[in-house]
């Protein structure tokens, strides 16, 4: 089993900050790449941002060089730094994480958390 928890989300004025962790637990081999995704009303999910496990990162264009994606593999744990948030950041962020688990002849495979909600609003 394995269970991604999300936390970090909430109320923020146009220009805030916030930052989002995930972190990943249970049987876990070895993860590959982690990122976030969000989701806002009558919308389709999109990628955020994501990260390899040597560091590589990739952005969608409406964040690139507002938010950061970090993680620490250590703790199996990513995170997003999110910076000047705009009212059209507000969405459901979920943690996804490309891993394969300790089950002997398991797959990678992806997994998701249960989300937090931003908004960004004043």
């Known amino acids: 089993q394995v269970q991604l928890v999300e936390s970090g989300g909430g109320l923020v004025q146009p220009g805030g900050s916030l930052r989002l962790s995930c972190a990943a637990s249970?049987?876990?081999?070895?993860?590959?790449?982690m990122g976030w995704y969000r989701q806002a009303p009558g919308k389709q999910r999109e990628l955020v941002a994501r990260?390899?496990?040597?560091?590589?990162?990739n952005y969608a264009d409406s964040v690139r060089g507002r938010f950061t994606i970090s993680r620490d593999n250590a703790k199996n744990t990513v995170y997003l730094q999110m910076k000047s948030l705009k009212p059209e950041d507000t969405a459901v962020y979920y943690c996804n994480a490309d891993l394969k688990t300790t089950i002997l002849g398991s797959e990678r495979n992806d997994y998701w958390g249960q989300g937090t909600q931003v908004t960004v609003s004043s």
């Open positions: 249970g049987s876990i081999f070895s993860i590959y790449v």
């Open positions: 990260i390899t496990s040597g560091g590589r990162t």
